[in-house]
């Protein structure tokens, strides 16, 4: 009489089994853990990690040692003069230059650290204004020897007024004025804006005032086609055939304005010789020398106040 209850139970246990089956095959579904833990390990360490970017800087060369201000200052505070008299060249609009003018030069402040605060073979005479009067040789002018005087910039307030931004450093070479340094000397660029914004500035970078006056010796293309001296000089730059002047690489070109660079209670003095593609306009570029007289290198940038020297 149990015969009959026995088979049902039997068939009942057959229809069940496939959906355990089903269910236990469900519970056996890899988890997201799971499937990282399958992959080789080769491919995980392959596997980028872009959760911190080095944003690599450069204009004049991209400098690897530039950081973010926000990095890098974060919890340090703001460098201070301590020279008094000196004024704090502060902007109270944001992204717009101060307009108070550089410190008058005091007697005695000929060297301080870097390159001679006038150099010495600084032109006696001085052109009319900030931008030439003429950048192509002429019958008056055959030797545009008008160029070798320096630059009136008495009315340019680039020239005139303190600036405040960052200070980075860079790898030198030939730089955008056309002459050749190395990363020992204590030279700069300032930025893109500035050098770009300068009185007379043009297309051709190595023409552009805020180089300097050039050097006044002088060579002409001879009937044979090489260039031969004109007028001598320790230094010289070459006339081309088209009447503009021309930079040669086997000669110094220019004579740099020169700055004074502020960070703290320390200055140096730099030679201004290139422009910085990624400079905001108040910041200065220095040779990784000159960055090291004022700070530890470690900071990849920092604040300070700098003018050009009146002379």
């Known amino acids: 009489m149990y015969l009959p209850s026995l088979a049902v139970l039997f068939l009942f246990a057959a229809d069940v089994s496939p959906v355990a089956a089903k269910a236990h095959a469900l519970n056996r579904l890899p988890r997201h853990h799971d499937l990282s833990e399958r992959l080789p ?15 690599r800087r450069r204009s004049c060369k991209a400098k690897s040692s530039a950081t973010t201000s926000e990095t890098m200052n974060k919890g340090t505070p703001a460098a201070k003069s301590t020279t008094k008299g000196t004024p704090a060249a502060k902007s109270t609009t944001k992204g717009t230059p101060t307009t108070k003018s550089a410190p008058t030069p005091t007697k005695g402040s000929g060297h301080i650290l870097g390159v001679a605060f ?27 020897m008008e160029l070798s005087k320096s630059y ?27 002459d050749t340094y190395e990363d020992s000397s204590f030279t700069a660029a300032v930025s893109k804006i500035m050098y770009d914004a300068w009185p007379g500035a043009t297309a051709e970078t190595n023409r552009n005032p805020i180089c300097g006056p050039y050097v006044p010796g002088r060579k002409t293309i ?46 140096i003095i730099v030679s201004i010789v290139d422009r910085c593609e990624g400079c905001k306009e108040g910041d200065i570029d220095l040779t990784m020398t000159a960055f090291k007289a004022l700070a530890d290198p ?9 003018w050009f020297n009146q002379y």
Request: proline share 6%; hydrophobic share 30%.
């Open 222 to 267: 001879s009937p044979g086609g090489n260039f031969v001296t004109s007028i001598q000089g320790q230094s010289f730059v070459n006339v081309g055939g088209d009447g503009f002047l021309n930079c040669d690489p086997k000669s110094q070109c220019h004579v740099p304005l020169t700055a004074t660079v502020r960070h703290g209670d320390k200055e």
């Open 152 to 178: 009136n910039n008495k009315n340019n307030h680039l020239y005139t007024q303190v600036h405040t931004g960052d200070m980075t450093f860079y790898s030198t070479g030939t730089v955008a004025c056309g």
């Open 41 to 55: 390990r080769t491919v995980l360490d392959a596997t980028p990690n872009n959760s911190t970017k080095i944003r």
């Open 118 to 144: 006038k150099p010495d073979n600084w032109p006696t005479e001085t052109q009319a204004g900030a931008a030439p009067a003429a950048t192509r040789t002429s019958a008056a002018d055959p030797f545009l």
């Open 298 to 306: 470690a900071l990849g940038r920092t604040g300070v106040t700098w």
